[in-house]
């Protein structure tokens, strides 16, 4: 699957391309602020066509603005709590946390020490605890950067034995994951959380059309009213 991954989210980023009146028509947004989180390695630039898309749908949408996520550095904890006390401060409101890859344990770990803060959180292809050593190659990179890494009882708890999660919590997956075991990233049962399953790649999915839906659908849902995610009739075939 690993070697698949680059062709696959080429094509995943030329269906978008060709869904784009699908997905021009969009529910559009209340204005809310949403910030945005890159995986393993990437910054904002790896999230920018997620965030115009979402920009275009009336939201008021930022990056994380730390430059590349090599993991939970003292950089990335501090500056990630203070992003979103600043954002959370300037917009007057809660704000939607997106997490792609390792930037949704980001998410989770932010909502679970700040629900005050937070809408809602969406992650894409997010496991549900940090990545230790282990085969995959990833798992390998990720060590490298451990010696900066702040201590894991800051951050790294498995999210079963951080508390309750207090916001509403939607997990896209796919079983197609090269990066990340997909069973891993599963949301356990509770009350407003949802699994999505896609066709798809780890690599695109920032940009697969069937992704966007999903998050367009999320992000208009007027807070307060969470229902579980319908991809709807016209659409449905194209979801596992």
Not at 28 to 37: E, F, K, Q, S, Y
Not at 41 to 59: A, E, I, V
Not at 83 to 112: C, K, N, P
């Amino acid at each position: 699957m690993l070697l698949s991954e680059a062709p696959r989210a080429a094509l995943e980023l030329a269906a978008a391309a060709t869904a784009a009146p699908l997905l021009a028509a969009g529910r559009r947004g209340d204005g809310h602020a949403v910030l945005v989180l890159p995986g393993l390695f990437g910054g904002d630039l790896s999230t920018l066509s997620l965030r115009r898309y979402l920009t275009w749908l009336n939201y008021s949408v930022y990056g994380w603005e730390i430059g590349a996520n090599v993991g939970p550095t003292e950089t990335v904890v501090t500056g990630l709590r203070a992003r979103l006390a600043q954002l959370a401060d300037s917009s007057g409101g809660r704000v939607t946390l997106i997490g792609w890859s390792l930037g949704g344990l980001y998410a989770h770990e932010l909502a679970r020490r700040t629900p005050g803060s937070v809408r809602q959180i969406l992650t894409l292809g997010s496991p549900v605890r940090l990545a230790g050593r282990g085969g995959r190659a990833t798992s390998q990179l990720f060590d490298r950067f451990s010696h900066l890494h702040v201590a894991p009882s800051l951050v790294a708890r498995p999210w079963t034995e951080a508390g309750p999660l207090r916001v509403p919590a939607t997990a896209v997956y796919t079983r197609s994951d090269g990066i990340v075991p997909w069973k891993s990233c599963l949301l356990g049962p509770g009350k407003r959380r949802e699994n999505v399953e896609v066709y798809g790649s780890h690599y695109g999915l920032a940009h697969n059309p069937t992704v966007l839906h999903v998050l367009a659908d999320r992000l208009a849902q007027p807070e307060g009213r969470w229902r579980a995610f319908s991809p709807g009739s016209l659409v449905r075939h194209v979801y596992p």
